[in-house]
């Protein structure tokens, strides 16, 4: 049967008006596959913004924290040097053959030896990173490697004052078996320590009990001076890292 005219002419409408709704169908999607695409887009470039942002403010913090460090570094490191020349004259004076002519400045050496210095890292702005998601919001690896040698040093630092607390709670216990705690009490005016008065007996001169004492201090004192060269090292890491930091970060954010 033959196709007329008017046959073709309605097939070819209908297969015209298939074809356009295909590519209007095809148009729609690519328009909504895009703004969705683009919606993703946005978004990522927001919070990225955000989190670069938030990056600053935490490099800006943790530079003052390692400025806070130094200082306390320093202090520290005071006190660890007089508690070595301390126990380098604890150790000549007891050890005399005449000691007991020198029981004033024994007495309150032997007192002030028992004190402690710790250090302590400043690490709000650690405790924020780690509640953030760890070191992932720090985009330059040379800081981030830095900061773990940093915390890394610290933990073995925090060994190190952990023993040396063990130490001195053995040399303090075996003071009360040296000193006369009747004299002690003279010394201690308010939070400050005064040489007795005259030169007081000890408790107890027994060398035996002198020797443990020098021998508790001892360990006391070697402990003390690893103490000070990795506390040493911190301080070096710490403007290290505070250089690194400037290094990676300078060009990108003003003030640091």
């Given amino acids: 049967m033959k196709t007329s005219h008017a046959d073709r002419q309605t ?3 209908t297969g015209a008006k298939t074809k356009q709704g295909w590519v209007n169908y095809v148009l729609e999607f690519l328009m909504l596959f895009m703004a969705v695409f683009l919606g993703f887009v946005a978004e990522n470039i927001r919070e990225s913004s955000g989190e670069r942002e938030t ?3 935490y490099i800006v913090s943790l530079l003052n924290d390692l400025t806070t460090d130094v200082h306390n570094i320093d202090a520290v490191q005071a006190r660890n040097h007089e508690a070595k020349q301390t126990g380098d004259s604890l150790f000549l004076l007891l050890t005399l053959p005449d000691f007991s002519k020198h029981t004033n400045a024994i007495y309150y050496l032997g007192r002030t030896y028992s004190s402690r210095s710790y250090f302590n890292l400043t690490d709000g702005t650690l405790k924020q990173l780690n509640n953030a998601g760890g070191l992932r919001l720090i985009t330059r690896q040379p800081v981030v490697d830095s900061l773990q040698e940093y915390q890394y040093l ?8 952990e023993l040396k607390e063990v ?3 053995n040399y303090r216990d ?6 006369d705690v009747r ?3 003279t010394m201690v005016v308010g939070e400050t320590i005064l040489r007795p008065k005259g030169n007081p007996p000890l408790f107890s001169q027994q060398k035996e009990l002198l020797n443990e004492l020098l021998m ?3 360990f006391v004192k070697r402990n003390n001076a690893q103490l000070i060269n ?3 090292r911190m301080k070096r890491k710490a403007l290290n890292l505070q250089a690194v930091i400037r290094k990676e970060y300078g060009s990108e954010f003003t003030g640091l």
Avoid at 174 to 179: C, D, E, G, N
């Fill in 11 to 13: 097939e070819n409408s």
């Fill in 55 to 57: 990056e600053k403010q």
């Fill in 154 to 161: 610290y933990a073995e630092i925090v060994k190190g004052q």
């Fill in 167 to 169: 130490q001195l709670i």
């Fill in 174 to 179: 075996l003071m009360s078996k040296v000193f």
């Fill in 183 to 185: 004299v002690l009490e």
């Fill in 216 to 218: 508790k201090a001892h």
């Fill in 230 to 232: 990795m506390l040493d």
